[in-house]
Structures are given as C-alpha cells and as structure tokens.
C-alpha cells in the first residue's frame, strides 16, 4: 500500500537459544569448583618457584661463605720412614713427573696422595698404576732434581707439628722438631690450642719459631708438648677449580677429585643405557607386536620403580665380582667407578627408553606409509627416516638421563668408594659429589665448620653441572625438533 513504510521483522529465535549478551557472557557464570581448583594450582606453583630459589639461596649464601672463611688446619710435615719402599726404574730428571718404579716386595705398594723422598727431595703422589707413578716435585722447600735409576723411594707419612718444649705464658719461642720449622713463614698466624700467634721469626738452625703472643684477642695460655700448631687455611675459588685433591682435613679442596669421578661414572652409564635404551625403544615402537609391547614395557617401567639403595648392592654383590672373575682378577678394586657406572646405566635405561618411544611414536605415521611408498625396508625407513625425525627427543632423553646418572647418590656411596681420589682408572674407588655429600652430611660434623660449607660448595658444583645440562637438552631440542 501507498504511503506505508515497512518495519523490519524482529529475527525469530530458536527454541532454547541465548537470547542475551549477559547470557552469552560465559565468564560470569561461576563455577566454585574450578575456581578452587584454579587457586590450589596457582598456590602450587607459588610454592614450587619460592621452594626452588629459597634452595638455590640456600646453597649460594653457604657457598659464598665457603670461599671466605679461613680454616685452622693442623701444621703437618712429610717425615721419611726408614726402610725404602721402591726403587727407579728410569733415570729421571728435575721435570719428570711420572716415571715407572720397581717394588722391592711383591706385597707392597703405595697411596695415592702419598708423600715419598728420592734423595733429599719431597714428591707427593697425584696418580699411581702398579708400576709407575705420576707426582708432584720439590716440596716442602726441597728442590726438584735429576736422580738415576736404582734411586730408593722411601714412603712419607705426615705428622702434626707440636713444640718440643712446654710454652709457658710468657714464652716468644717456640721449639719444633728437626724440620718442621720449614712449613711455617714469617708473618703467618698460628694457633696453638685457642690463643693464636704471629710468626716474627723463624730459625732453621736451632728449629725455633719467633713468635708474637695473644693476637686477635685471644688469650696467652701455657701449652704442653701434646698441644697441637694449626696453621690458617684460606679457601680461594682458583684452587676450588683448579686443585686435584679434596680433602678438608688438612686443608685441601680441589673439586676435580670429586667431579671426575662423577663424569668417568656418568659417561659409563651412557655407554651401556644409550644402545640398550634407545634400542629397546625402537624395537617396542616399531617392530614389536602389541601383545608384546604391553608385555615389555611394564618389565622395563619395574627397573625404574627399583629403590637406588637395591642397585647399589646389585653392584657391589654382583657385578664387581663377575668384572673380577671374567675380565680383571685382581687388578680391579671391589670398590669401583667400572662397576657404579654400568650399575646406574641400568637404573637410566628405563628412563631412556620411555623418552625415546614417546619421541619415535610421535613422528607422524604419514613419514612411515610415504617411506614405505617408495619402496625403502623397515630398516631402512627406521635408521633414514624415523630416527632422524625423531632425533630432538631422543637426544633429550639422553641429556635428562645423563642429569640423573650425575646427580645418582646411593648407589656411588656403596659400590664407587668412600674417598676422593684423582684419577682416570675405572677400576679405581674414588667418590662423586653426590656420594660425598650424602657421606659428610651423615657423619659427625661441626655446624657451621668448613667441613659443612664445603657440602654446599660441592652442592652448588653438581647444581651447575646438572642445570647446564637440562639447559643443552633443551637448545638441542629446540635446534632438532621437526615441526609436521
């Protein structure tokens, strides 16, 4: 009709349909349970960030205390026993630092960290083998010289420096015995029982020492000849990094010793979990039939769930003796870095092989059916197609397993050894970080000693080395991964 205007027709709505914006509005329709469910989480989360930075502070502040405190070491001198031990077997020079030696009885041998004496010079034992030895020259103020073959090696023992003579209150000197005088140096502070002292004189001739009385504080007393000379001990970050020889009692605090053993027992454990891991996921991805499978993979999931404590001794009852009956004999110690390693490659396979099926079963069916296509084998689309694919998870799981060989305790502490030592024979006991740290820390220490910082400072090292690694696993991740 004329003259009418048309008004638009309102849109129908459907039954059951929003019919508002505050109804369209999800958000305001509260569900409690997921908001505490919601609140637990992000409580979690809370906890997990301020707990990890509260143990990295921990270990930090203890750390850094470590390095400035000065320990009191007892004074200890290298003193020769009277029978040789051993003789040369080579002319050696004043630069040699290893050379092969002749034992004078088939039943002796010596340390490592030994103090020896060829001639009138003082050596001390970095690494030894049954017939050759590898040492440090010219201590104790000895100088380094040339010595012939035939040369005798006496054995050293150390003995704490005590004075000879009873120190009355008022006394300045000092008498020593035969020697001893050499290890301490004008200026140095001593201590003799509680009072401390500083050194203004020392007499190489009359085996004295000049001292000054009551320093820092401390109070003049009378010492006996059983009083025992401390000397100071300042701990520095060069000879944290750089030293070969751990061993706070007298002073001594080279990481090398301990972090050495942790890597020789880390790298066996990959030599023997990588194949055994990597193979046992390829062949429960690719070739084995799911009866199958479902039969393997809960047998392999039992090896993680065994306690560490039960593989230690699995080491030490069972593998030790079969590498001495079938391979060693006698040369091999019964406790070892060769049987910790293989030991804790079996605790990491499991490990291993988990992170590798789940990174081969994620590469993309279409790569298998395409290789397939074009005529390649099994083995061939497996090695030229699925590993390459799925090489970004597998060396993942290396590096995670390689965190958890490093950081592995029980097993080190029973079948490894329970002190440090520097070397690279598998077959020798030396002790990793984490096998120290559980031993010191379940010994009788002074809190607050340098005997317990040290813990930390060892702490603080296998922290660093673990984070480091997580960090290349995950660069290598990102690097390799393939994106489908």
């Avoid at 919601?38 to 502070?57: D, E, H, K, M, N």
């Avoid at 009385?213 to 750089?242: C, K, M, W, Y």
């Avoid at 396979?349 to 990174?359: G, H, K, L, Q, R």
């Avoid at 820390?441 to 813990?455: A, C, K, N, R, W």
């Amino acid at each position: 009709m004329q003259g009418s205007t048309s008004q638009p027709l309102a849109p129908r709505t459907a039954v059951g349909a929003v019919k508002t914006e505050k109804d369209l509005d999800l958000k305001r329709h509260r569900r409690w349970g997921e908001e505490i469910i919601g609140a637990i989480l992000l409580f979690c989360g809370v906890v997990s960030i301020f707990t990890t930075l509260g143990i990295v502070g921990v270990l930090a502040g203890n750390t850094i205390e470590f390095f400035g405190s000065r320990a009191w070491v007892f004074a200890r001198a290298p003193v020769a026993e009277a029978a040789p031990l051993a003789a040369l077997a080579q002319d050696i020079t004043d630069g040699t630092t290893s050379f092969r030696i002749e034992y004078l009885a088939d039943d002796l041998q010596f340390a490592n960290q030994q103090f020896l004496r060829i001639g009138n010079e003082t050596l001390r034992i970095v690494e030894r083998n049954r017939n050759a030895l590898i040492v440090t020259r010219g201590l104790d103020s000895t100088p380094a010289s040339s010595h012939p073959a035939g040369t005798e090696i006496y054995p050293m023992t150390e003995k704490v420096a005590v004075p000879t003579l009873p120190i009355t209150a008022d006394a300045t000197t000092i008498q020593l015995d035969n020697g001893f005088e050499r290890i301490f140096h004008v200026g140095e502070e001593i201590r003799v029982g509680t009072e401390e002292m500083r050194i203004t004189a020392t007499d190489h001739a009359a085996d004295t020492l000049t001292v000054e009385r009551g320093i820092n504080d401390t109070r003049l007393s009378e010492h006996d000849t059983s009083s025992q000379i401390s000397q100071p001990d300042a701990v520095t970050f060069g000879e944290f990094i750089t030293h070969t020889v751990w061993q706070p009692q007298t002073g001594e605090y080279g990481i090398w010793a301990l972090l050495t053993a942790t890597l020789l027992t880390s790298g066996v454990a990959l030599i023997v979990a990588i194949p055994l891991g990597v193979g046992a996921a390829i062949y429960l991805s690719e070739y084995a039939k799911p009866q199958t499978r479902s039969t393997l993979k809960p047998i392999l999931e039992v090896l993680a769930g065994i306690p560490t404590v039960v593989y230690g001794f699995f080491a030490l009852t069972f593998v030790t003796p079969s590498l001495k009956n079938l391979l060693f004999g006698s040369s091999l110690n019964s406790l070892n870095m060769l049987a910790a390693g293989i030991t804790i490659g079996v605790l990491i396979t499991p490990m291993i092989s988990s992170m590798c099926e789940d990174a081969i079963s994620a590469v993309p069916r279409s790569l298998r059916e395409a290789s397939t296509g074009l005529g390649a084998t099994k083995l061939e689309t497996t090695v030229k197609v699925i590993i390459p694919a799925a090489i970004s998870g597998i060396s993942a799981a290396i590096i995670v397993a390689m965190s958890r060989a490093v950081g592995e305790t029980m097993i080190v502490l029973l079948a490894s050894g329970a002190g440090p030592n520097f070397t690279l024979d598998l077959r020798q006991s030396a002790e990793t970080m984490a096998g120290h740290i559980a031993r010191i820390s379940t010994g009788d220490i002074e809190y607050g000693s340098l005997d317990y910082t040290s813990i930390f400072a060892v702490g603080t090292t296998l922290f660093i080395v673990t984070l480091g690694l997580n960090v290349i696993s995950n660069q290598i991740s990102r690097r390799l991964r393939e994106r489908y």
